[in-house]
């Protein structure tokens, strides 16, 4: 996925405060932002609060998984096959 992708899904999601942190990192990707200091403290906030009970929650569901990633020189990288760990 590249970051115009990930960005574009995020907005879909129910974030709340967060929408502008998401928001702030892709600008700061992008180089059309500058990293702000209180950001550091709310991204914690948001992989707490947020991510980790939604990784959680997946891997209750479906089990370890890793993904191979194809890395070309660059990115966008592509996903191509799921892999459960025994």
């Not at 059309?32 to 569901?61: D, G, M, Q, T, V």
Request: positive net charge.
């Amino acid at each position: 996925m590249t970051y115009n992708e990930i960005y574009r899904l995020s907005r879909k999601l129910k974030l709340g405060e967060y929408h502008s942190l998401v928001k702030d990192a892709f600008k700061l990707r992008l180089g059309k932002n500058k990293l702000k200091e209180e950001n550091l403290f709310r991204n914690i906030s948001l992989l707490n609060e947020f991510i980790e009970p939604k990784i959680i929650k997946y891997f209750e569901k479906y089990g370890n998984k890793i993904i191979e990633i194809i890395a070309a020189a660059q990115p966008p990288f592509k996903i191509r096959n799921y892999y459960k760990f025994e």
